[in-house]
């Protein structure tokens, strides 16, 4: 009896997948492109209304939040309203990150057991890389939920990342180099720290000022970037690009009529 439990919810399961392509509706790693590789761009920003106008390019792997983003956006930071919020962009990307909030880690961890729970596999607990922000996601980690150390600002940090085993860590590149830093050698650091040390932690570059400085790091072999809406724009700003396609309707247009 057990056995044939096992081959109906296998078949139920298989029969949802199938409803679910019909539909055309990707679901889980499906909306990840094949050719996309090992890159992962997130969307820095909690405004809707640049997640309605921005995700639908389909470069982006998911979304990053914060309570100071929240605040920019005039979005409450409360649990539900998360949870709705991040209903709304696993509709089109495959991961959400919302950061948890405590006055000590006991806090911090259950207010990210909270912020996870309507999708382990999707959300992603961001927790600051503090003492007492590491030890609430090494209880995150072990209570499987994925978790993103951030405020990141040392490449010594990776070390902790890395050892905590936090599947990302987020340096805040532009700040970095606000404080005196050398903040994309500090990033291409942390990179081959964990790469050094055989870790799976993604450093997820946040921070950044300047698509050059995108390039640069991405030169350098690192895949996983943040990064706020007008960044975004201004990698599709080229006007020769823009004279060609210009050129292409014209002539198409000009065809139409042959």
């Known amino acids: ?7 109906i919810t296998a078949k139920a399961l298989v029969k949802k ?3 679910n392509e019909s539909n055309g509706k990707a679901t889980g ?23 309605n106008e921005l995700l639908p390019l389909g470069i982006f792997h ?9 605040e920019r956006a005039n979005q409450p930071c409360t649990i539900p309203h998360l949870h709705q919020l991040a209903s709304q962009v696993l509709l089109e990307t495959n991961e959400f990150m919302a950061q948890t909030w405590g006055s000590n880690s006991q806090e911090l961890y259950e207010n990210g057991m909270a912020l996870s729970l309507p999708d382990r596999d999707r959300i992603v607990v961001t927790v600051p890389v ?9 209880m995150l980690i072990r209570s499987g939920v994925r978790v993103c150390l951030t405020a990141c600002y040392a ?3 990776a070390l902790v990342a890395s050892g905590v085993g936090a599947e990302y860590l987020a340096p805040y590149l532009g700040r970095m180099t606000d404080a005196g830093k050398d903040g994309l050698a500090e990033c291409v650091r942390m990179d081959r720290i964990g790469k050094g040390l055989g870790s799976d932690t993604r450093i997820l570059v946040a921070s950044i000022r300047d698509v ?7 030169a350098q072999g690192l895949d996983t970037f943040t990064f706020s809406p007008e960044i975004c724009r201004l990698l599709f700003m080229e006007k020769l690009t823009d004279d060609a396609a210009a050129d ?10 042959l």
């Not at 590789?37 to 920003?45: A, I, P, V």
């Not at 998911?62 to 929240?70: C, D, I, S, Y």
């Not at 050059?212 to 790091?217: Q, R, T």
């Open 1 to 7: 009896k057990k056995n044939k439990k096992r081959k």
């Open 17 to 19: 997948k199938q409803v």
């Open 29 to 51: 790693s499906d909306k990840v492109p094949s050719k996309r590789g090992n890159c992962r761009f997130f969307l820095d920003t909690a405004s809707p209304k640049e997640w």
């Open 62 to 70: 998911g979304v990053t939040t914060n309570p100071v983003l929240l």
């Open 130 to 138: 503090t003492s007492v922000g590491t030890a609430a996601a090494s």
């Open 155 to 157: 490449s010594h940090q």
């Open 212 to 218: 050059e400085s995108l390039e640069y790091l991405a």
């Open 248 to 257: 292409f309707e014209d002539a198409a247009r000009r065809g139409s009529v």
